[in-house]
């Protein structure tokens, strides 16, 4: 009967999103998510943001408005990317997206045809696999060690495959893997990057919530030929029920961003826009971010520690400086979507690995998050996933 | 240096939105927008509503939400399209998006191979045709009359062309003419539909704002089959700025629908959803569809009576009986993209005529909104532009 575009048949469920529907159950503890500590908003003063905007500027919030974003909020954008990530930019070289996601969306749009190469860093983001599978790429991983993706692989592919489009990373905080790349590793990717002239996105939903160690410059910060895209985003400094976030780029690709922008959504919405732009200019974002940071810092820490303790010494796992998620690798004959039904007669929950692989395999990994959860579950959770993890040891 | 995707090569800026830059100047009348009247938002209801949404919920509302959408906005709106639109539907039926733009990328998204077909009024909305292109189709425009589309054209146009994927159509109030369906028309064209087997997007921004005349049943309420997609929104009754809509399709459908959101952009708004949601439990949406059409019905006669009493008896155009607009077609030797630099040195804007139809043509037709400006400036600017259309005579 349905006779649908050829595109759809790469599409699936993402495995998070399906797994998160299960993991509503209150009696779950869940480490499948990747949710931000929701007792950490800023109710209050996002509240008196919003009474402020509606009555200061009712009809100007509720309005349509321009298809880049509201130009008082990417000045601040601006400003907070040269603070924090040392990214000379300005408003030209901002778009507003409803969340990073919609910034991959936009990038599939742009740059891929049928048959395209997306590079990634081995394992990946599952979210962005999604995303450009809609554009039917296909992929190429680059293997990782502790300090994320390999130069010298990542050299290798692009020699060998003269069909890439985009590379994909995340260096801070990788999602899946929570691991970081070193300063030495960006100097390379550059290096290599500009002589295979390919494009980058730089995604970095994390960047800001480091805990331990030095803050490294963003690959944007280097990057001196306008090839790098950088995705950044309020959701995980803020909040995400407003879907804002940004793509800082060349101009002559915001140009063409806005054109995808106008034909897939016209704009992002003009109030929440405002609300965020008003509670910057009234409130101390960072002295927030920190106490994000400590808070994630220790369930972190807890979560290490029970991992320790509980789990066999079968089970490896990254010990990240910073974001929202370790990544664990059990013995290879260990099926983690297999496990998962089992955890989940534990009532406790993870997201298996290979999603995270856009070629598949890898079925021994699994994703756990620890930023949304009270020390007590963390530990309970620790402890029921060991016991799975230990029954079906070999 | 940039190698981007076949498909950028068919997008280019949609002329509404370059022209509303031009027409931010306040000494511009313009009648190029389709913006709602902002003096009619619904401010201080609104306001009541985020606070409470914020002080009873703001750690939901703050957070990550499912894909469809707020299970409760939904049931709200099935509720709405029974009453408004004589459709009987449920929250399964139905997924929100950023504006029904969103899911006129998501049809294209769902539907479209480069090369296949859409059938679309002659004219139809550019906005549609912008969503569509990114997806590469051609496109086959049908005739239409005072009574909108010709439905004989229709047969003819499916019987001879078997690469037609969807037909996009807008029964009430069309964007840009005005036009609307009568009954008879509607079952003759879900008849047509039925026998060809084609899918239809219905879209329905305008349908409650009738000024005049019975209100007429939605093709999705006659729809047997699951065959018509049909897109609302609050955007034109409440306010745009939210960038709130949905789609309302069979449920084989929104499982796909959910299935791109999730690669394209995760999920609509949390906050906006339920601020949205909480305004409508707490206020009376249809006291406050009156005072809009009301107010428009009054506007839309002001706008005819000076056209009636300044343009000269060459120019033609449409008398609606509800929407934003009106459509005006000139001798065919004017080109109202060339007259709309003389328009703007009079300080009076529209949008010329040809955007409205895919395959060009027709350059001697222009759209005028008269939504949002109070009387004097619509007789004003009507006046303006009656000399304008007269220096162009032959």
């Not at 399906?18 to 509240?47: C, H, N, Q, W």
């Not at 740059?111 to 990946?124: R, W, Y």
């Not at 029970?306 to 013995?331: C, H, Q, S």
Request: glycine share 6%; proline share 6%; charged share 25%.
């Amino acid at each position: 009967m349905y006779n649908f575009a050829d595109r759809m048949k790469n599409v699936k469920a993402s495995d998070v999103r399906e797994i998160l529907k299960v993991t509503a159950r209150p009696e779950i503890i869940s480490f499948a998510g990747g949710l931000p500590a929701p007792e950490l908003f800023p109710i209050e003063p996002i509240r008196e943001a919003s009474d402020a905007v509606l009555r200061e500027s009712g009809r100007v919030a509720l309005q349509y408005g321009p298809t880049e974003g509201l130009p008082r909020l990417r000045e601040q954008i601006a400003e907070r990317m040269l603070k924090k990530n040392a990214i000379h930019t300005d408003i030209d070289h901002i778009i507003m997206t409803a969340g990073s996601q919609q910034g991959l969306d936009y990038c599939g749009m742009l740059f891929l045809n049928p048959g395209d190469a997306v590079v990634m860093e081995s394992p990946s983001y599952l979210g962005a696999i999604n995303a450009f599978n809609l554009y039917q790429p296909s992929f190429l991983e680059v293997p990782t060690d502790e300090n994320g993706m390999i130069m010298e692989e990542l050299d290798k592919t692009l020699t060998e495959n003269k069909n890439v489009k985009l590379i994909y990373v995340i260096p801070d905080f990788q999602n899946p893997s929570g691991r970081t790349w070193p300063l030495e590793r960006r100097k390379q990717f550059m290096e290599i990057v500009n002589r295979h002239d390919v494009y980058v996105i730089e995604d970095n939903p994390y960047g800001e919530l480091r805990y331990k160690g030095e803050y490294l410059p963003a690959l944007k910060s280097m990057d001196t030929e306008g090839r790098v895209i950088y995705l950044g985003t309020f959701s995980k400094i803020l909040a995400p029920g407003y879907r804002l976030a940004w793509i800082c780029a060349d101009k002559a690709l915001i140009e063409k961003f806005a054109l995808i922008a106008q034909a897939a959504v016209l704009q992002t919405a003009t109030i929440s826009m405002m609300v965020v732009s008003k509670f910057l200019d009234t409130n101390d974002l960072d002295a927030h971010v920190d106490i994000i940071r400590e808070t994630y810092k220790h369930r972190c820490d807890v979560m290490l520690d029970a991992m320790d303790k509980y789990f066999p010494p079968e089970a490896k796992y990254t010990r990240p400086d910073g974001g929202l998620f370790t990544w664990v690798e059990l013995p290879d004959y260990i099926d983690t979507k297999a496990m998962a039904p089992q955890a989940l007669d534990k009532l406790v929950a993870y997201v298996p690995g290979e999603g995270f692989f856009p070629n598949g395999g890898n079925k021994h990994c699994m994703r756990l998050n620890y930023s949304c959860m009270p020390d007590e579950r963390i530990i309970e959770g620790i402890q029921r996933l060991a016991e799975v993890i230990k029954a079906n040891l070999k």
